[in-house]
């Protein structure tokens, strides 16, 4: 990258984000499927900000950041081969929270809670997957926030 490529890409505080504003998964069960994040997101003091009855539920702070929906093209919802998506955590404590529930309410374990920096420090990790099969990595770097 050339030093005219790094300036023009520098983030710029006045700007919004140019990273993706949601992310969403498939659910072949919407009513199960909500159940399993409004307990999970809880965790986070996240709820529910849009509801799409038998379509899709949303939640977030104020606006979208995480969706579960049925397909728009009616077929069944299938897990993506690669994909995952990723919570940030106040503090590892938190982690091991939401992957204790997330086992609790049904998911499946994909790597327990601990450090895995390459000097056994940060970042800190857990996987899991939910009950339809859908990756998340949820994780925290550095000190734990207050």
Known sequence: MNERAI???A???QQARGLPSHSTVGTNDLDA???FY???FSIFGIGRVLVQPGRAVYYGHQTLEFGVIKPFDGAPATVGNGGMVAFEARSR???DEVHAAALALGGLDEG???ARGPDGGDPY???FRDPEGNK???YHKGPDAE
Do not use: E, K, T, W
Request: glycine share 4%.
């Open 7 to 9: 300036a023009r890409s």
């Open 11 to 13: 983030p710029d505080a």
């Open 33 to 35: 499927a909500s159940a």
């Open 38 to 40: 409004d307990r999970l």
């Open 93 to 95: 404590a938190q982690i």
């Open 112 to 114: 327990a809670p601990g």
């Open 125 to 127: 990790c857990a996987y």
């Open 136 to 138: 998340f990595l949820v």
